[in-house]
Every structure is written in C-alpha cells, then in structure tokens.
C-alpha cells in the first residue's frame, strides 16, 4: 500500500526533478570554479534528459519515469565571448543558480506536503 504512494508518476516526477536540480547545481558550482579556466566549457543538464521527462510525465507512466537519469554535458548553446575559448558568463550562471535554487525549493516542497498528508494519514495529527 505504502509502495503505491511512493511510485504515483507525479511523485516520481517530482523526485527526477529534485535530481536534475541536483546535478544542475553541481554543474553551476563547476562552471563558476572554472571561471578562469581557459578553453573550460560550460556544464549543465543534458537537454534530452528534459525532453524525456515531459514525455514520460505525459505518459504517466511511473516505471518510464524512475529509469530516466540526469546527465551532465557540455552546453552547446553557450557562446565564447572572451579571447580564452570560456563560455561561462559570470553573470548568466549566477542568474541560473538563483533559479535553480528556486526551482529546488518548490520541488522540496512539493515533496514535503506529500509525505505530509501521509502523515496526517497515518496519525491523524497534523503538527
């Protein structure tokens, strides 16, 4: 009974996005430490792990969902905007890591509320 709580597609979903979140922060934490790096290329999200993601959610199909992992990889959209060949931008990954923070926080919450009502199940007490 309680497996079928933890394994509804909304759920899940809601996990892999925590997990993308994750690995996106990591990648930001790279990007910035790397600054100075010459020929260093920017990190982020796989764009396809996104792609599939919606597709699966839209399949709701939770067993689709949970085998999707996030993956790391160069991000081809960044342009070289110094002599070095960086493409991280100060300003553009302090940007990403103020929305990724955002996005983290209500994904935690989503999750939170969940396990919340659970409990509300279980004890019958709110606090």
Known sequence: MIDALFNQPNYVA?????????????????????????????????????????????GGDSEQISALEPQLGIDTSAVCMRNDGNTVQLESELLKLNQNTLENAAETQLVTSSLAKLRVAITGNPQ
Request: a positive charge; proline letters at 4%; zero cysteines.
């Open 14 to 58: 809601v996990k892999k996005m925590l997990d993308a979140t994750l690995m996106r922060h990591e990648a930001i934490a790279s990007n910035l430490a790397n600054i100075e790096t010459p020929n260093y290329k920017r990190l982020d999200v796989t764009p396809s792990f996104e792609s599939q993601l919606r597709q699966a959610i839209g």
